[in-house]
């Protein structure tokens, strides 16, 4: 494919500064629900699937991949309440999923016996609701209060209601229920009679970004209108919140204003309802633990003649720290390759998940008096670990489990497997583990680095079906996500393996900057002003990978999701002649419209401000929906995204492809109705979602 445009030239075709627009004739499909928005849909919906249904694998693959989602051998996760294990568990008997519970020793067995709490197929069928389940918050040590979060179609917004694990039924509100309608927020329990609550009270009530902007104190048996207002957030912030303590003798409720997607300031509640600030950096993961706080820099800290590097882990003693005092420890220091992925803590311990040139290990540290030591974990390496600890601080003493954790290992080629382990020791005990979903016998993984546009090193990961030969003739998909620091991380897949490697596909994983594999300054170097980067890497990857003739052109695709979703609209628009195939979903498209679409005000601290003209004269640069040409050569695009998704406005994609069959360039378009942010609602609509986009990367880039 011969480049027709560069992106030197469309740079310079674009304006200088921020406009609205008015001459957008495709701003209808932003109306969500529109009859006549979602009649294009329905239409673009049917002509895709006559295409991608045509792929002679199409059912084949569809139903295989069905039977991996439902397969009733996968590991069921679980969480700690007390003494029970919780888990939500669909299958093709149980589309929208089963609530239930077991305990440790159940949990052991091969078949664990299990409690249904509560089935939401059958709740849905009862209340003509399409329920999707998005989490429970408890009150403990009983648990025997909760209050469910469940979704129509799987959007963010919920509707909130009390249920008892008792009598495994809904309390009314008519009873003294706790019920909340339709809306984007959160409660916490304050003991068994009050709530604290952040959702829409009504106007004025959410901010900018379409979150809830203050925190009322609700009372068991009065309305919800008479809830006291106890913090507000201002409109322009992203939210308030609230996090309740109940561990005993540390009980704590502090308060949190998220001035933007990466800063935030923290108040501690008093006697007399007095809020006392809490000071550290604004941009730094703040949190207590017991005696101590934990403190996760994402920038450099200078206090007096020392200077804590951003990456680092802080802890010091709670009470003195509150006071003012500055007597820090460090439990983790970044170095080039080493970044913090994740804490959790047992009762005495403090677990550290660390990226090792984006694999997994595992710190554990203990305390004595002033004094840490730290200890390694063994544990499976390279791959990706997951360390979540059982520890129920509401127990106290009595907890039985207070040093025992959850470990998880798996890589692109092993199954996951769960563990069960204890600090201070590298004995573990199998609990579960995923079958092998397809046979990756002569399959191997690599992991190589490209050079970027401005000389940096660039990870990116290659799985390499069975006898395939650097040829350029393997169809390769490249995957990747590059922004709000989340790294990309190895895993199994069933659906990859068998609807993609099995069939002679490679996949490509690109560790772009913009993500989290170095830690926050890995991040940082590709948000706002340098976003840019994140795409000059993932071309890099692109360029490589032609290079070293794992592929060509003809037979690289790309896919991303979300913010990844932007990034291949941008790289194909950027650097077309790379590829043969762009899978994009659930994308951000229209840059100059973002923070005005749903969620997307909360996400400027990544992007920047198409309001002000310096921040757009470099937003407008890469912006997909403005830089479309119509005489630019594209690869074919698929388009993917929901009608539900109320987090990612679905009318970026609706336009996108509006435009470019208004300019003649090929694509294909699907939105489920259903979904939300993930695009389907249960395994059915997943299986169906995953079909679709493997039937058009093979016919797009098939030998």
Known sequence: ????????????????????PPDDPYLWLEEVQGDKALSWVRERNRESRAVLE?????????????????????????????????????????PRGLWRRTTLAEYRKPQPAWETVLDLDALGAAEKENWVWKGATCLGPAYERCVLSLSRGGADASVQREFDTRSKRFVDAKDGGFTLPEAKGSVDWIDNDTLYVATDFGPGSMTDSGYPRIVKRWRRGTPLSAAVTVFEAEAKDVAASVSVDHTPGFERTVFVRATDFYNSKSWLLEKNDKLTPIDYPSDAGFSFWRERVLIELKSDWKLDDRTWPRGSLLTADAAA???GERQLAALFTPTATRSLNSVTTTRDRVLLSILDNVAGRIEEWKADGSRWTKREVQAPFPGTLGVRALHDPLLGEKDTLAEQYLLTYTDFLTPDSLMLGATGSDARETLKSRPRFFDSSGMKVEQRFAKSKDGTRVPYFVVWPKD??????????????????VPMLPWYSGGFGSAWYEQGGVLVVANIRGGGEFGPAWHRAAITQNKQKSYDDFAAVAEDLIATKVTSARHL?????????????????????????????????DMQRYHKLL????????????????EWALIQKYSPYQNLRKDAKLPKVLFITSTRDDRVHPGHARKMAARMAEQGHAHLYYENIEGGHGAAADNKQRADMMALEFSFLWQQLAR
């Not at 628009?573 to 951000?588: D, G, I, K, S, Y």
Request: charged residues 20%; proline residues 6%.
């Open 1 to 20: 494919m011969k480049l027709l445009i560069t992106f030197a030239l469309l740079i310079a075709a674009m304006p200088t500064h921020a406009q609205t």
């Open 54 to 94: 045509k792929f002679p694998r199409f059912e084949t693959m569809r139903t295989r991949l069905l039977d991996i989602l439902d397969s009733k051998e996968k590991i069921p996760d679980v969480s700690r309440r007390g003494g029970f294990f919780y888990n939500l568990w669909q299958d093709a008997k149980n």
């Open 321 to 323: 720290y509150l006071k």
């Open 468 to 485: 395939a030969k650097a040829d350029g003739r393997n169809p390769t998909l490249l995957y990747g996500y590059g922004g709000f620091e």
């Open 557 to 589: 695709g790309i896919e991303g999701g979300s913010n990844g979703g932007l990034l291949v609209g941008a790289v194909m628009l950027q650097r077309p002649e790379l590829f043969n195939a762009v899978v994009c979903q659930v994308p951000l498209l």
């Open 599 to 614: 969620a997307g005000a909360s996400w400027m601290a990544e992007y920047g401000d198409p309001d002000k003209p310096d």
